[in-house]
């Protein structure tokens, strides 16, 4: 875990502030608590979640044997009780970590019949190995999801990380502040709207 400075780094990090290890494979998903101080979520491609106490190094939790295939995505509630995640099984888990128990579970063999519902950030596309980023609006009339543009760079991304919403400067007009993971720097890349 590396710490970013608030302005930027004036000179190349060189060495991180802890590092975690308890994953047996390569780690694909990363998402820091809501309401919590230093407490981070892990997930790799050992179908393993790991939370842990980023302050001391210590592994708080270990979710072991609750998913049968790859982790795709990992979300928070909004008090941080509990997480879901999306897994290869086209399974969606409700997960209580500290019981280290599945609450429900939602198997889909078919796409849904109805158009999804609005969603409180704008939908983002992020391919690993991929040098951009497509976001997109989901509104309610057809044809639902609207393309609005492309964010490219140089270099092909790792991972990405997002900042939760009480992290971002409203006054500024952020909406969005993604970390992404290059194969020698992580890049912060700030999105706004502009005012009327």
Known sequence: VW???ENGLSQPL???VVVLEGHSKRVGIITWHPTARNVLLSA???NVVLIWNVGTAEELYRLDGLHPDLIYSVSWSRDGARFCTACKDKGVRVIDP????VVAVSVSPH?????PSPVERPLT???QGDSSIRYFEITEEPPYIHFLNTFTSKEPQRGMGWMPKRGLDVNKCEIARFYKLHERKCEPIIMTVPRK
């Open 3 to 5: 710490q970013i400075p």
């Open 14 to 16: 060189t060495e991180p």
């Open 44 to 46: 790799g491609c050992d």
């Open 98 to 101: 500290r019981r280290g128990t």
């Open 111 to 115: 796409p849904p019949t109805h158009p």
């Open 125 to 127: 596309s992020v391919p």
